[in-house]
């Protein structure tokens, strides 16, 4: 047959024939496993690799041992310590192949989002740390430039590979420097705008830059859109654009794409698609594939011809999310991530992420319930989620209302924008967001939303510290970013029943609103119903310790979830202190404060002043506190008492448990209490 010289043409049916069929490559040996190890699997390969460089002499063969070896040790690594998983399990062969060719730490590797970065770990010499990783002073869940020269850039937003990597090129290129830099970046994290506005400029800018787009047709969820639908018509189509010896694009019919049957949800765009409507070709990059992303040999022989071929190339591999583990492929949404597996487990399933059996509801289960609950009584409530439809606690309502639900893919920015031209035509749109990623749609909040006074609600997850995640993910600047916006109100809940409540009171709100609240579950305080209206900007005495006439009347005015750390540590400190009066104020509001109350307790005697939160402490609610005190505040101008801010320090928070990192910044009640005397004793 003959091959084809054009290797994107337009392809009739009948045209179809004369094009060659794609190369069979030898089938790769695999395994799949149905449990997860318990102990240290042998790994007699694997146990030799302790940097890429040891890669270099294997064999094809050996390498695939080496997938197998690697795959069951990251399983066993998982069960230890919990982590991401199955974006891990479907980059084996590709992170092998990857440090096999490239010469490393000279070449660079920039990963996005991080998720599938253990392989990578365990072949730069973190093999035996992996079990750390995520815990206290262990390895971080992404990669990090400080933690190994093999980490180019430090990740954990998504959508950032390709700008990274064109900078990397482009500052290469200008100290002539030839050095290969390699992008691999999933098809959901392709959905962030961020990802086309590098792609636009590594085409203007003509660089070398090779782009690996790992389509699994997953980000956390499923992925969705046009684009996702793109992606499906060139996989659909049974054809692939292959790359010859000499680098150059051939087309090829390879018609065993189609048994891949994950895709099934997307409908063919056209039985043999022209093949110009390549959207990666449309923008400028030599495009090349899709391929197999767990062949081996396949993906030996085109990346090592790929990385030779001049500017900007994209080679487009199709993998499995959680390959090689058959209850992640089965279910590639509940095994995204897993906890710890239990000593005694027998049945591995309950490592799979899923909703913890526990009294006290989680925070984003409160969302989704009030969300459920609203949309009952008012069809213009409208929600939008960027990517996160389970992690915001949003399956019900999407299941219940898929009129009204809108996932928008990573897309932040457009998130909150979309929002607010909702918001003009008379319904009442809701945008959950995690904390971090709100930072990312700053400006849209600003100038769409707040500028223009626009309706628009924010329920803001995963504020405050998050734990095994880390700095990437933490939400302590949201209330130093958020109060300083006019046209804003800022909530901030301290348990279960209050956030429903708030959530209630900013949606009835007619402006641009915010209810910020942490991850994970609350002090298990049982929602009451109907839902409530709080009155704005109105704290609560939580309780008073101490005779009305002590000589030292303590104030502690705390926020969010401080509150009961705030109650604890206030109980400790009478039963020691007795000639102290504490109370403790529930502020409830960051924006508007309560001055009112504020002003109230000064005048009653306060001698001292503390603010608690989950928060930096430079522009957050405490500044919001002193910025009263020192610039309105009459009482506090007459009584001077001592004002002291407890928060985070000016510093990113290191990953750990969430009770590890509060009493790593003295927010647990033992260092409240220890901050506390320490005040008190000066």
């Known amino acids: 047959m003959q091959q084809s010289t ?23 040996l695999q395994q799949t496993y149905d449990t997860i190890p318990r102990t240290r699997p042998l790994t007699p390969l694997l146990d030799t690799i302790d940097a890429p460089a040891d890669l270099n002499d294997l064999s094809c063969e050996q390498l695939i041992t080496l997938a197998d070896e690697l795959r069951l040790f990251v399983l066993y690594s998982a069960g230890q310590s919990g982590g991401h998983f199955g974006a891990n399990l479907g980059v084996i062969e590709l992170t092998i192949a990857l440090h096999h060719l490239l010469d490393m730490p000279q ?16 072949l730069t010499g973190r093999r035996d740390k992996l079990g750390s990783i995520r815990a206290k002073d262990g390895l971080t869940a992404f990669p990090e430039r400080g933690e190994s020269v093999y980490d180019t850039f430090g990740v954990g937003h998504s959508s ?5 990597g064109l900078g990397m090129s482009l500052a290469l290129r200008y100290q002539g420097r030839a050095q290969t830099v390699a992008c691999v970046i999933g098809d959901g994290a392709m959905t962030g705008g ?40 060139l996989w659909e189509s049974g054809y692939q654009v292959d790359i010859a010896e000499t680098g150059e694009p051939v087309l090829r019919h390879r018609p065993n794409m189609r048994d891949f049957d994950r895709r099934k949800r997307h409908k063919a765009m056209r039985d043999v698609p022209n093949l110009e409507d390549n959207l990666f070709k449309a923008i400028g990059f ?22 030779q071929v001049k500017g900007p190339v994209l080679v487009h591999i199709y993998t499995t999310k959680g390959r090689g583990f058959a209850p992640a492929e089965a279910d590639p949404v509940g095994y995204h991530a897993i906890s710890k597996l239990a000593g005694d487990t027998p049945n591995n399933d309950v490592a799979k992420d899923s909703p913890a059996k526990a009294p006290a509801l989680k925070f984003s289960q409160v969302f989704g319930q009030f969300l459920c609950d609203k949309a009952e009584q008012d069809d213009k409530l409208l929600a939008i989620t960027p990517a ?24 932040e920015q457009h998130a909150v924008t979309l929002a607010g031209g909702m918001a003009t035509q008379g319904v009442k749109p809701i945008v959950a967001i995690y904390s971090t990623f709100l930072q990312r749609g700053y400006d849209q909040l600003i100038h769409d939303i707040a500028l223009q006074d626009l309706d628009v609600m924010f329920a803001i997850d995963r504020a405050g510290l998050v734990g095994e995640d880390g700095a990437t993910h933490a939400g302590i600047f949201d209330l130093a970013f958020m109060r300083c916006v006019p046209n804003m109100i800022v909530a901030a809940p301290k348990d279960e029943n209050e956030c429903y409540h708030l959530l209630n009171t900013c949606y009835e709100y007619q402006g641009c609103s915010a209810v910020r609240y942490p991850r994970g579950t609350g002090t298990g305080a049982l929602i009451v119903k109907p839902a409530e209206q709080y009155k704005i900007g109105q704290a609560v005495i939580e309780s008073v310790l101490g005779s009305s006439e002590a000589q030292i009347k303590l104030i502690l005015l705390a926020f969010g979830t401080r509150v009961a750390t705030a109650e604890q540590a206030a109980k400790v400190l009478s039963a020691e202190q007795a000639d102290c009066q504490i109370q ?15 002003e109230s307790l000064i005048e009653q005697g306060a001698t001292h002043i503390v603010t608690l939160e989950e928060h930096v402490i430079m522009g957050g609610a405490g500044s919001a506190v002193n910025e009263y005190l020192l610039n309105e505040s009459v009482a506090y101008q007459r009584q001077r008492p001592v004002v002291l801010n407890i928060g985070i320090a000016d510093q990113f928070a290191a990953h750990g448990s969430q009770a590890e990192q509060l009493a790593d910044c003295g927010l647990d009640v033992t260092g409240v209490t220890s901050q506390l005397k320490g005040l008190l004793s000066s």
């Open 6 to 28: 054009h290797p994107l043409q337009s392809q009739s049916a009948s045209a179809a024939h004369s094009i060659a069929d794609a190369p069979v490559y030898p089938s790769a």
């Open 160 to 164: 950032t590979s390709i700008s990274a």
């Open 107 to 122: 070449d660079q590797i920039v990963w996005d989002v991080g998720h599938q970065a253990y392989a990578h770990k365990v």
């Open 388 to 411: 996160m439809e389970e992690g915001s606690g949003m399956t019900l309502f999407a299941r219940h209302y898929p009129e009204r639900f809108f996932d928008v893919a990573i897309a």
């Open 194 to 233: 961020m990802a086309f506005e590098a792609m636009n400029d590594a085409v203007q800018q003509n660089a070398n830059l090779l782009v690996i787009l790992n389509d699994n047709d997953m980000s956390i969820s499923c992925s969705i859109g046009g684009f996702s639908r793109h992606l499906a018509m």
């Open 286 to 307: 030599t495009y090349f594939g899709p391929f197999d992303g767990h062949n081996m040999p396949e993906l030996l022989q085109v990346l090592s011809r790929a990385k």
């Open 584 to 598: 403790v104020v529930n502020m409830r509001w960051v924006k508007p404060l309560d001055s009112e109350m504020i």
